[in-house]
């Protein structure tokens, strides 16, 4: 089972620290449908060198968007060895013409309600070359094999998935192409996924869900049952989740610490055009003074490049997150996947600039652009990470909570993501990095009195 890697992910003198967070749950989600007496080898390429001279009967690829000329590589490689080659995941549901010639099955769609049928039908020589996922059930899926995963390579080896999709529609997002013709929105039972929880070392937890306050009913009850684990976490919601009811006062009391946010966009006429409904007339602030007075840390997730941006947006929209304490921002240039609405209209306006899927990683501008130019859109989002992750404006966004420990762990965490990628890299070159752990659960424990004389613009001079 391979997860391929995009060529910087695997650079020999230098690998950012996002390529190593996570370990590849999909694939061993799948591994547990195998049988016990199955030789699995699960490689992921983001943090190994992949060992391709070997000679397996299966393999089994995971494909997304840019890794996927990678991935098509390996296919052939295997397939020219004479192994049995399947793919799956988000490229391939989203272009399996593209993916046929190069696998002998592809999978589209989740794969926990087809893979099982496929490996009855493989073992008895009768495997299809396309599997649908129609189904949706995660309800009684198996425990992950998680001993297949090489925990010390990742700083997040915890990582967790409980529910599949998220209840919204936005139009750049690759979801409603993955989960066509089904369910779009469904997750595990309550009792499974504590146990699954149960199940982990440490305290640190990461759930990757797209959105783990989607399921009011859901969520309620797994808080609920979390309480008294010591567990801290960190997972995403939408702000629309964060406002209602007490969803999020029940997240916090249960262990969550920081929490993932796609504001998008400051423009009510953006959040239209990309049908973000759940984000239109939200207070913004207001979701975030509740969060701050949980101590939940926030990860800003922010789009440029929409038609209705101009060349303010970049500046606007770092003094906004500033001023609002954000502890991390993730900036996106637009980027049109294939499979979505967005990527559909832009080619029936003529927009689509090529179809090297290697550029389309929220960097490169791969469309046509409206208010801004290309190089004003590329050089204004470099800057926008720049200048968010100043020491200055590091400093200046700690200083927005009301107290003390809450600054001194914004400023650790944020300085500590960006501000110390020598480190980070000796952690990933000596495999270490899990040793970095501790100090998350550190950062991330609970901050209790310690309240500071009326919190407010920083009173100290710019240290970048
Ligand atoms: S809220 Fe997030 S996960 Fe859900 S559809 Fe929108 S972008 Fe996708």
């Not at 890697?5 to 020999?12: F, H, M, N, Q, R």
């Not at 309600?113 to 949706?136: H, S």
């Not at 200055?392 to 001194?408: C, E, G, L, P, Y």
């Not at 070159?429 to 919190?455: D, H």
Request: glycine share 8%.
């Amino acid at each position: 089972m391979i997860l391929p890697a995009l060529t910087e992910a695997k650079g020999p003198y230098w690998r950012p620290i996002k390529y190593s967070l996570f370990p590849p749950l999909g694939l061993a989600t799948l591994a547990a449908y195998c049988s016990t007496a199955d030789e699995i080898d699960l490689q992921d390429e983001h943090v190994e060198e992949l060992n391709t001279h070997d000679s397996p009967d299966l393999v089994v690829i995971q494909v997304y968007i840019t890794n996927a000329f990678r991935a098509y590589a390996l296919a052939d490689h295997y397939r020219k060895k004479g192994a049995y080659v399947c793919m799956g995941g988000l490229h391939v549901s989203s272009l399996p013409k593209e993916a046929m010639p190069h696998a002998d099955t592809i999978f589209i769609g989740p794969g926990e309600d087809t893979f099982p049928q496929f490996l009855a039908d493989y073992k008895r020589n009768v495997a299809k070359p396309i599997y649908v996922n129609k189904e949706r059930d995660i309800k009684n899926i198996p425990p992950i094999r998680r001993d297949l995963i090489k925990r010390h390579l990742y700083l997040v080896p915890n990582s967790i998935v409980v529910s599949r999709g998220c209840p919204h529609h936005c139009d750049f997002c690759y979801k409603d192409a993955f989960f066509e013709g089904g369910k779009s929105f469904y997750t595990q039972k309550v009792d499974a996924a504590l146990q699954e929880i149960d199940r982990l070392p440490g305290r640190h937890l990461y759930f990757l869900d797209d959105h783990l306050l989607g399921n009011q009913k859901f969520a309620s009850a797994l808080f609920e049952g979390m309480k008294g684990m010591n567990r801290v976490f960190q997972g995403a919601s939408t702000i629309d989740a964060i406002l209602r009811g007490d969803l999020i006062e029940k997240a916090a009391e249960a262990g969550l610490r920081s929490v993932f946010v796609g504001f998008e966009t400051l423009s009510d006429d953006n959040l239209k055009q990309s049908n973000k409904k759940q984000n239109l007339d939200k207070n913004y602030e207001q979701a975030i003074q509740r969060l701050h007075s949980l101590g939940i840390m926030i990860n800003g997730s922010f789009v440029f490049g929409l038609d209705d941006d101009n060349n303010d947006v970049f500046k606007r929209t770092v003094d906004w997150g500033v001023q609002n304490g954000l502890t991390t921002a993730t900036y996106h240039i637009l980027t049109p996947y294939p499979g979505t609405r967005l990527y559909q209209s832009m080619k029936e306006e003529g927009r689509i600039l090529h179809d090297n899927w290697d550029l389309y990683d929220t960097r490169h501008v791969v469309y046509r652009t409206k208010g801004l130019t290309p190089q004003q859109l590329k050089a204004g989002y470099d800057w926008a990470y720049r200048s968010f992750y100043s020491w200055s404006n590091i400093w200046k966004a700690s200083w927005q909570h009301d107290k003390v420990k809450h600054t001194i762990k914004h400023f650790a965490y944020a300085g500590g993501w960006k501000k110390f990628e020598p480190l980070w890299n000796f952690m990933i070159k000596t495999r270490g990095l899990n040793k970095m752990l501790p100090l998350l659960e550190t950062i991330l424990s609970k901050v209790n009195g310690g309240k500071k004389e009326g919190a407010g613009p920083t009173p100290f001079p710019a240290i970048a």
